[in-house]
């Protein structure tokens, strides 16, 4: 097996991962690794932008205050207010690389979005952001000659010796089993929407670094925490495509199948109430009515300025026959980005010794109970960032990694393979049905025993290709967020309880941290 030496290993070429690694080939060597092509991760599917304060009625303690409301009461006040400083200069930066935002003048355009008291999203060539800044960080990544790139590289599982994170077991398609060493590991490596079998994520999101980290012993927090995009295009027997949340931004009506405004009677701020609010309020309406859907109504809309906006969405909505100028666009929530992760500081360091992660895989404290909309690039920006500095302090002060003696013994397994396919497509059924936007208890409990039984004839086997590890990597997560969702006997922002629907502060308000114990299997960490 192939042996690699890297000052840094970069799980993860999406907005964090890519900065994070921009930021470490400054002063050492880079490896990243990521499952697919470089230009996928969730990043490149982002539409909205980034929050940023940029207008002069606009401030740094509105937007830190914004973040916090809407994250419920489980926000962290210094990693919020450390991500909304360092927002402009992370803006500034992005273009000096040659990002592309979309300006007024010679300003820089911003929008509003859900729970958001003023504009202040920034976003580039109408609604491709993130595949505008994925392009810019990544011409960035490859001119640095300290930086390597191994694309279809899947990253099986993390090393660790003694307790300390080493590198990586990884399989590319064309070489095989690698084994990587570094003196420090950024796990970068995205969410897990694919859980659900309504998603906004692309097929790679299928929490392999939440699953890995969690296999090596980091501590996961509020993995019960998913938030549930209100509006993603709904047509029946194709994907789910996200639709902006910029769109209701700009004016654009919630409305049920008679035409009626339903969300004014549901929040003061209407359509741009946060996202769990919406989420939940479509379902109602969809429940009421006894419908597949709502509609999202931009026909009031200019309709030049809608298509300049809007490019990619028009486009999209026309693909189905969908002229959105003239027609309601027809929407439903879907499973978006985690909010929960492996449990980091304001630098990203993990509980495992030489581990960071950043982006949609950690939890910062950053989003609270719930996301406010546009934050999320922005946390991986600045945490990718605060990450990469902090382990080239931890590189300068180790000697050259190199390899260790590692033993893996797994007895073979005389149980029946079950079809992984099969597995993979209950699942997602099981956890939109008992996991999605409504749980209770006696749900919550089925989906943990369900996933038990896959388990037995599905985590015992030693599988040689992605969709082996996948499974048992989705099986696994799966099975982190039905436990922390039993646990949480309450609602709270994206978790709502059907049989505890109101919030505790008193007992709940604080975060659900849980730890892989080898013996026992889960239990609650310090």
């Known amino acids: 097996m192939p042996h690699i030496l890297t000052d840094v290993l970069v799980i993860g070429s999406g907005i964090a991962g890519l900065r994070a690694a921009i930021e470490a080939g400054r002063h050492n060597t880079v490896l990243v690794v990521t499952k697919s092509s470089a230009m996928e991760s969730n990043t490149a599917y982002a539409q909205g932008g980034i929050a940023a304060v940029h207008a002069e009625n606009d401030s740094f303690e509105s937007h830190a205050a914004d973040t916090l409301r809407v994250g419920c009461g489980l926000g962290d006040a210094e990693a919020v207010a450390l991500v909304v400083r360092e927002a402009p200069g992370q803006i500034r930066q992005l273009q000096e690389w040659g990002a592309s935002f979309d300006l007024e003048g010679r300003r820089i355009a911003v929008g509003r979005e859900g729970g958001h008291s003023a504009p202040r999203v920034v976003h580039a060539l109408g609604d491709a952001t993130g595949r505008e800044i994925v392009s810019t960080l990544l011409r960035q990544a490859r001119s640095c000659e300290n930086i390597r790139i191994f694309e279809n590289c899947f990253a099986i599982d993390l090393l660790t010796d003694d307790g300390r994170c080493v590198g990586a077991v990884t399989f590319h398609e064309k070489f095989g089993h690698q084994l990587i060493w570094a003196n420090a590991t950024i796990l970068a490596s995205g969410g897990c929407g694919r859980i659900w079998r309504e998603t906004t994520n692309p097929p790679i999101a299928t929490g392999d670094g939440l699953a890995m980290a969690f296999r090596a012993g980091a501590v996961m927090c509020d993995m019960e925490m998913m938030q549930f995009h209100p509006t993603t295009l709904y047509v029946a027997g194709a994907g789910r495509t996200l639709v902006s949340e910029a769109v209701r931004g700009e004016g654009a009506w919630l409305v049920n199948r008679a035409g009626e405004r339903f969300m004014l009677q549901v929040h003061p701020q209407a359509e741009l109430a946060p996202r769990d609010v919406v989420s939940r309020a479509i379902l109602a309406e969809m429940q009421r009515t006894r419908t597949t859907c709502v509609y999202l109504d931009a026909r009031h809309l200019p309709a030049s300025a809608f298509k300049q906006r809007f490019p990619h969405i028009t486009e999209t909505c026309a693909r189905f026959g969908i002229d959105v100028t003239k027609d309601l666009i027809p929407v439903r929530p879907s499973a978006h980005y985690m909010i929960g992760g492996l449990r980091a500081d304001l630098s990203g360091r993990a509980d495992v010794e030489s581990l960071w992660a950043v982006g949609e895989v950690a939890c910062t404290g950053v989003h609270g109970a719930n996301r406010l909309a546009s934050n999320s690039l922005l946390e991986g920006l600045v945490f990718g960032t605060s990450a990469a500095r902090a382990a080239a302090e931890d590189v300068a002060r180790r000697p050259a990694a190199s390899p260790v003696h590692i033993e893996s013994r797994i007895s073979p397994s005389g149980r029946t393979e079950l079809d992984l396919a099969d597995v993979r497509n209950s699942l997602r059924s099981v956890a939109w049905r008992n996991a999605g936007i409504e749980r209770n208890g006696p749900r919550l409990e089925e989906m943990l025993e369900i996933i038990e039984f896959w388990g037995r004839y599905v985590m015992d086997k030693v599988f040689d290709d992605p969709d082996g590890w996948e499974t ?53 960490a310090d």
Not at 499 to 523: C, K, N, T
């Open 472 to 524: 048992q990597n989705m099986l696994t997560v799966a099975r982190l967020v039905a436990w922390s969702a039993r646990c949480r006997t309450e609602s709270r922002g994206v978790h709502f309880r059907s049989d505890f629907p109101a919030s505790e502060d008193q007992g709940w308000r604080r975060r659900i941290a849980i730890r892989r114990d080898p013996a026992e299997g889960l239990h609650l």
